[in-house]
Each structure stands twice: as structure tokens, then as C-alpha cells.
């Protein structure tokens, strides 16, 4: 069948070829043509015919042409014809082999491909790499993060950081260099020699050598994680298997339901047989079950999924059934098994309508809805699309007819625009989702507008905001003006303080190192305090003469207690005075009853003396009782010895404060002692505790033991002197180093253009 | 009758052998050690004037060359030279022997003149600059890869120790440049106020490196992030020529044209140390030596001049109490360092004229500079001279 049939199709080519050929064999004019009937032609035909059947083509030695420039190897010159040759006229004739369907298709294929794009310029390219490559860099280099940060902190740092691994050599190898030196030694020697000791015998044991040849701690460590990883996966495997096991089919549930529900059906019927009142309670169970499911909404196509179905119930068959068998549970769940009243009959259709997917009941309603209110908004509805379509400006006029619908008519005006609201929304929203369900574009337009609304909304809002703040910004301004003057007017955060004080003097020994201590302390610019203190008391004798006289005149007492005398001016009218004595006076009277506990000049007077009294030197008293004399419980040493052996203290310098009666002086501060002391809280500490705490804490191994002596004196870097220190390395720390080096990696580094590909593309995108 | 007897058990007091040292009981209660704090502060001032008296940081002066001695390098492997005659040569590590005369290894001639040269840390490749930066395979006569990125002279080349894949250069249009081998691409450029002359990373930090620049200072930046410097070393009066890490990463030492070197911390802007005696001239090249012990400054003037890094350090072996009695000493100096007089002693250093003079110059520079900021701050309109810190003033530009 398939030969006879290639066979026919080859002759009909054939037949085709031939009737395509003749035109081209027989350059015929037109005049001949038009002359020949048709009788000659049918003979020329014939005659041709027996031509070629006698196997020489007389008329093609004949032709012949010159190449023609447009010919080439790869398209068919269409010159001469008239019209261009396309692809498609070429595989015409062929067109019931079903092999050139493939070939058709590719070429469509290739058709619908874009062309590449231009590539970017050089510039971009590289900048590209540049950056993709600074990013991979750096995101190595962070592993090191924990680890500087580590080596910041330490306590303790010795180098070199690798440890050399604590090898044990073999006994044998030990005895090697070993000889016996004293005489003691030489004899034992000697004995073990003479009875042929094993002394270099196979001393390791099979299991110490296996211990030896052990691998590292390290390697055991990757090898157990590689352990605990494949069990997690293949318990995790397992119990899968075992939860694929046990799902069954869809098929076999729903077979598994249908038995079960018949099952019940007939348990019911059996039970109504034999027990009525358990038959009563089974139905009010599902009485429950059916006001559960009325409340409950769960067959209602509410759900996700349900809603999901609605929007495919359109063109899927199935999803049709599936809704429809749900709402069908519903109906059955809902209803009610006793005698059923008309009323709730006709709930029971609302509720069915109610049921049926929302888009089709929205349809439905913008045909012809029961409502007038609902026609006269869908016609508005019309309207205002047009007007969107115009000038795509929806709040602008939606406004204006409300402020025209206000103008019109007042009473009606609320409900209306109420009304008037909820359509918009509505019709927004049905909009939106016919629009997404039918042309996504103008679905797009529709949120735009929405969007917009919601937007100038907001600017309008805005606006408000920003007047309000503008106007409370203004006071507020003046203020934030003067706090950056203030700031600025400090000075400028210096940079660190040097470490050295370079100078042009040097200094070679301890004398004249002791020198570069005093003479930093006395005039010492670092200490205000101190030099403040120096002038004082530089001023201090020039000011004790005239402090001699001024004493006289003022007395410390007379100053702080007498009262200010109240000078009246004669001039007031004195009806005016007295109103004013009177008012002068209750304030008087009031503030006594207020402050009527406390006597402040008093209290500070008392202070003063104390602090006079306490920094006073005290006298030593350096009597023993009952030495020389009696002693004892009630006994007193003598007003004699006691006044013997009692030092008096030297009078001390003159308090500063002698002659201010209103101050005191703090004169505990030990200038000498002052400049010894730090005067400014060190940087890296926040509060004077933390550092004095530092401070007080001893660390020679006078006041502690030997080991905390070793463990505070620990010095922070330890180096050896003649040990080479290498730059730290990733096995130094625990990371594993890549097992390539530099070099390898970049011998077959051409690979990484490809890499960047991804990036480029991306960036095409932008 | 029973007898009470003082007894005394001889093991409490006794030494075990005549080498140990004798047994001094002693009661640690803080009660009777009432002067701790002034006793220890005592001891803290005694430390710091000895450590004065004794720093005496300069060992040796190595003499021989007839020109100034402009590189110095340590490799545990491998020395390689470049020369202005477009050529880099291999040399052995150990010297000629007896009648042999010096050749070197391997001589590879480039297409363009190398101004600096750095070998890997691991493998056997190097790495040169001039017009761009060459990676070179020590097996192979041309470059692995070449790199640049613009048109400009590359004066110095240099390994990360930790990445070892990660270069850093630069070059003289003021720009640092970093590269990455494997992926032959350079990463990122940041542009500075002036010309760096030569970078060094941290031994110990792998995204960290330290610039010498000619306006003086020197710049600590991470590589991540190069718009602003983590720190900025100011104490040289001149322009710092080269830079090297102590191989603890803690401290660097720079040599400036001001004819002394510094020692810096790393997370300190001022210098710890100022070295220079009376014969250096311009200090052109610096080199901590790998031990962390000392430093080799090569001069102007012909000379290779050792130091020790730590100026008192005792050198020798140290007997236990030695030790201990130098990390108390240590401790102390350390507790009390901000007291006045301990700092004062501790801060002291003796300067040649020169240097002093011109720090007091650019002291007075600085701070008129800073007046006069500060007044135009005050006459203009609040926000419109805004304050820029001192790390972020010097760097104009980061190039991705």
C-alpha cells in the first residue's frame, strides 16, 4: 500500500515538474502564441514527447546563460517573476507530507524570536564585573569578621598563632641518641645487653600504632557531622515514606463516604424501627448539625477555595460540578427535616439565588435590577464612564454634581449622596472585576482612577497638615535656630591628643627625668584647677592686709542676720502706701507661714562652723592610762599627764573663706597631691567609678597570690624572639582553606564571563 | 601528766631543695596593706623614668651601598628584582659562593618598564606594576594576566597576606586601586587629596590595609568599605614613603621624608615612637622584621639602619623573675598611664630641631585653618559650611 501510494505521489510530482518545466524549455513569443490553436499545441506536445523519450534533450544543450550574480548557495533568486518567493510558496506542493509540518513550525518559531539586543558598551560591561566581583570579595572577606574581632578582644595573644602538633616519637627513636653516662647507668646498660634484652624489639603494640596512624580530631569531627547528616536524611526519608503510604486515593474516599453515608441511612432506618427514641435524638442531632451549618456558612461558596472555583465555573466543566456539589451538601445540610412552611420555603429560594456564583448575579442586576434607585445609578454609572473616558479626572465632577445635587435639593440631599456612595463603590468594584476578568487593561485604568481619588484625598489632607504645621513651625523656628549657634560655638571635637611630646631636649637619666616631672607640675597648663588655686594663694597675703581692716567693719553675724531696712519713699500718697503696706504684709505673713519651719541662714551658719571645726588639725593625745599609775575600769589618767603628753596641732594656714561670710570653702584639696591626680576622666571609661575601681585593685604580688600575680601581669601579646610570625591563616582559626591555589583558579578563570551574564542581563532589564 | 608543747611542723617552712627559693608566708589581707594604691603608683613612676633611661632603640647601621637604598623586601622563598630596563630577574636566596659570581636565575624581559614588584605569599607567582599590573607565573616568561583600569603609572603593588588572591595598588593619579586575581578584574578605586606612595595589608586582618600618603598621613581603611578610613595616622612633618605591619598586626612602622620613622598603633592616630638619629637622611623604605622584634629602615644616605621595635626592651634571654618583674613593670605603666607625671615622663621624646620646629609650624597652621572654618561657619547661613570630620575630608571619591 505505502510503495503503490509513494508511487503515485512521485508521478503526480513528476507530471507537476513537467508542466512547470515546459514554459522554461520553450521560450514561446507571444504572437506564436496567440496564432497556434489549439490542435497544433497538442501536437507540438506530442512531438516533444516522443523527443524525450529517445533519452537526448536536444533543447537544453542548446540554452545556455551566463551566471547570474544573484544566485548564491543560500537563497532562491526570485528575478524575473515578478513577485518575491517566499518560503512558504516553496514547500507548497509538498504540503501533505507530514514531515514538512515540523519544518513549517521551526521556521514559524524562528520567526516569532526577537533579536538580540545590542550589547552594552565596554564601559558598563566591566564596571559590571567590577562591582560583581567586589561584592563576591567582600562577602569572603567577611568571614574574617568574627575573627578580628576575636583577636581585638583577647586577653592574651601568642605568637606564632599555629601550634606545632604535639608529636610522640616512638621509644625507639628516643634511645637512638641516648648513652649511658654515669657508671650506674653503664652497668644497667651492660646487664641489658648481656641478656639480650629487647630493647629495640617491635615495642609499639598493633592498636598503639593504629592510635598513632588515627586521623585528626579534626577530620573525625567533619566525618561525624557527614554521619549525622545522612541519618537525619534517611530517618527523614523513611517517615515520609511511610506518610505516602498511608494516603489513599480521592477515589477510595469518596467511595469509603458514600458507604458511610448509606451505612447511616440504613442505621436510622433500623433505629426508627426499633427505638423511636433514639431515632428522635439521632434527628435532632442533625437538626443541630443543620442550624450549625446555617450559621456556620461553610458550604455557602464563601471560602477561598469556593471563590476561586467561582471564577473558573465559567469554562471548566468541572468546577462547575464541584460547586454545585457543594451547594447541593449545603441544601441538604440546611434542610429542615419536619414540616416545612411556605415562608421558609421562599428564604430557602433567596438563599439559593443568593447562592449562585456572585459574577453572574452581578450581570444579572446590571441588566434590570428590582431597584429604580439601583437603574438610576447604573445609568449615572454609563455616564460617568464617558466622562472618565473624556478627561479621566472621576473626583473632580463627581464633586461638582454633588455640590449641585446640594444645591437643588436639601432634604433629599443626604440620602442621596449616601446612596450615591455606595453605588460609586459598587460599580468601582463590579468594574474592576468584570475589567480583570475580561481586558486587564482596563482594569488597570479603573484602579487607576481609584487610586487617584484615593491620592488626592490625601493631598488634600496634606495640605492641611503642612499649613498646620507651617503656622506651629513658625514660633518653634527661633529656638531651632540658636541651638545649632550654640553648638557651633563650641569648639570643634579635637582630634587625639599626640602620644609623644616631642621636644628638642633630650633627656638621659633619672635626675633629669624627675625634673621633667616637677616642672610639668608647677606650671602646668593641664590643670586649670591647680593654677587657678596657685593664684589665689599667691593673691592671698596681699589681700590679708586689707581683709585685717575690712573685719573690723564687717562682722560675719551682723552681715547674715540683720534685716534689710524697708526704705519708704515719701513721695507716695500715703492712702496708696498704706493699701500697699497692707498687701506687702500679707505676702509677708504668708511666706512665714510657708517657710515657718526652717531658719536657713541658721542651719548654714552651723554648717559653716562644722566644716571650720572638722578641718581644724586635731591635737595628739598620746596618754596611756595606767601606765605609771593605777589603772582600771572607773579610773582616769591625771589632768597633769594628760596635759604632759597632749600635742597641740600647729595653727593651720588661714581658711579662705574667713572673710566670706556666705561661702565655704572646700579646703580638703591637696593642691600638692593635685597634681599627681588625673583630672580628666580617661576616654575609654564612662564613669569616675569604673576607673578609680582600676585603680584601687593592686597587681604586684605584694597583696596577691602568685598565680593571680601571673594572671594580672599577664602581658597582652606575647611574641618569641627569632620565631618567624606568619600572616594568619584560614586552618589557624578553624575555617577550612579553599584546596585551590591562586594560581590554579586563575588558569581556568575564561570561565567567569558567564558568570556575570546573569548581572548583565539584569541591567539590560533596567 | 600531759605536757602542752609549741610544735612546729618543718615542712611549712622548710624548702624541698636548696633550689627553690625560701618560703615567705605572707597575709594577703587588705587591712594591713593600707598604702597599696601610692606604693604601686611609686612603682608605675620608677617603671616608666627606667623605661626612658633605658630605650636605646638603635642597634646597627649597615653600610655598603654606594646609592640610596630605595627597597627592601622579605620573602621566605624567593627574591625577585626589577629593574628600569624593562627586565625582572630571579636571584638565589643564598649568596655566591666562593669564586662564583652572582647571577641570576631566570631573567624575563617585559614589554614595559616595572616601577614595583611583590611576590605571593604561597604561590609561585609575583606581581609587577608600571602601565598596568602584571601577574606573573614564575615558570612562564609572560604574564598570567594583566590588569588596569585607566591609563596611569602604578607605583606599587602589593599581596594580600591572608586572601592571597586580593592585590592592592597604587597608582600616581592619587587613586588606590584594588584588584582581584582570580576573577583578573581590579574591584574598586578610591581617589585621595594627594598620592599614595605604597600600601600595606594587616598580617592579621584580611580587609585591612594602611596607605602612606604625601600629605603626611597615613590612612587605615577596610576594603569593604573605602569611602571613609577607619583611622587617620597623623605625626609625620613630611611625606610618608613607606609603611610596613608588625607580623602581630597590632602596631605599624612608616618611614617619612622628614628623616625619621614612627611607630604607630593601629587603632591609634598618633604615633607611639619617633626614631631618627642625627646621620638618617629621607627614610625611603621600612620593613619590620618577621619576629616582630625589629625594624630596618633603608636612607637616602646609603645606610640599613636596625632598630628595635619596643625601644627598652632588654634582648637576651630572660630569667623567669626578669620576666615576671618586666610584665609587672608593664602592667603598671599601662594602670597608671593617665597620671600626670607618668604620662608626662612616658610622652617625653627628644626631636631634632627641624621636626620640632615644623610640627610647631603646622600646629599654628592647623589650628588657624580651623579658626578660620569655624568663623565662616559662624557668618554663613546655619547648614550651608557643614562640618566634615577629619577621616572623611581627605577622601575625594570612590570609583566602582
Redo the contacts between chains.
Sequence with gaps: MHATKAAKGLLALSQQEELVDLPTNYPLSASEDEGDSDGERKHQKLLEAIGSLSGKNRWKSVERSEASLKVSEFNVSSEGSGEKLALSDLLEPVKPSSSLTAVKKQLSRVKSKKTLEVPLNKREV??I???V??S???Q???K?DPV?QK?REAEQ?V?PLEKEPASFAPIEQVFLDWKARTPLEQEVFDLLHKNKQPVTDPLLTPVEKASLKAMSLEEAKIRRAELQRARALQSYYEARARRLKKIKSKKYHKIVKKGKAKKAIKDFEQLRKVDPNAALEELEKIEKARMMERMSLKHQNSGKWAKSKAIMAKYDLEARQAMQEQLAKNKELTQKLQVVSESEEEGGAEEEEALVPDVVNEVQMNADGPNPWMLRTCNRDAKEDEVQADSKELPEPVAHEFSDNEGNEKPEAEEDVLLKEFEERRSIRKRSKLNQDAKPVGGQETKDSTTKEVLSELKALSQKLSKDNRLSKKPKESPA?TV??VQ??EP?PE????????????????EE??E??KE??LP?K??PGAAVEGEQVRRNPQEELKGKKKEKMISLQKLLTTRTPSVTSVAVPTTVEEQEDEVERDQKQMIKEAFAGDDVIKEFLKEKRETIQANKPKDLDLTLPGWGEWGGMDLKPSAKKRRRFLIKAPEGPPRRDRDLPNVIINEKRNIHAA?????VL?YPFTHHQQ?ER???N????????QRA??K????K?V????????????EDVGYQSSPK???S???S?PK?RSKHQKQLKKRRAQ | MKVKMLSRNPDNYVRETKLDIQRVPRN?D?TL?PF??P???V?A?NAT??E??FAKPFLASLDGHRDGVNCLAKH?KSLTTVGDDKTVKQWKMDGPGCGEEEEPLQTILGKTVSTGIDH??????FATCGQQVD?W?EQRTSP??SMNWGFDSVCSVKFN??????LGSCASDRNIV?Y?????????KVILDMRTNTICWN??????FTAANEDYNLYTFD??ALDTPVQVH??HVSAVLDVDYS????EFVSASFDKSIRIFPVE???????YHTKRMQHVICVKWT????YIMCGSDEMNIRLWKANASEK?GVLTSREK?AN??N???KE??Q????VK??A???????S??SQ?QEQRIMKESR?RKE?NR??HSK??SVP?VS?RKKHVVAVV?
Design positions: 566591566e564596571q564585573h567590577r562591582e566581583a567586589f563576591k570579595t567582600s569572603i572577606l567577611s574574617w578580628v583577636n595573644l605568637f535656630k545649632p549657634l557651633e560655638e570643634a582630634e587625639e591628643e599626640p602620644l609623644l611630646l616631642q621636644r628638642p631636649e633630650r633627656v638621659r637619666t633619672l627625668l624627675e621633667l616631672g610639668d607640675c602646668n593641664e590643670l597634681a599627681h591626680q588625673v583630672q580617661p576607673f582600676t585603680i584601687q593592686p597587681i604586684g604580688s605584694t597583696w596577691n597570690t600575680f601571673q594580672l601581669t599577664a602581658p601579646v611574641t618569641k624572639a627569632g620565631h618567624i610570625i606568619e600572616p594568619i591563616k584560614a591555589s591562586d594560581l583558579v586563575m588558569q578563570s567567569r | 594577703y587588705p596593706h597599696e594604691v606604693r604601686e603608683y612603682r613612676l623614668k627606667l626612658r633611661v621566605p605571593h605569599w604561597k604561590d609561585p607567582i601577574i607565573d598570567v594576566c597576606p591572608i586572601e592571597t588572591f586580593i584594588l582581584d586575581m582570580r576573577q583578573a578584574t581590579p574591584l574598586k598580617p592579621m586582618e584580611a580587609f585591612h576594603m569593604r597623623m605625626d607580623p602581630t598586626g597590632k591609634r592616630s598618633r604615633s607611639r615612637e619617633v618577621s619576629d616582630s622584634k634582648l615576671a610584665d609587672y608593664q602592667k603598671l594602670k597608671f593617665y597620671h600626670p607625671h608626662r615622663i610622652r617625653h621624646r627628644h626631636l631634632p630641631k621636626i620640632y610640627i580651623r569655624m561657619r559662624k546655619p547648614g562640618v577629619e566602582k
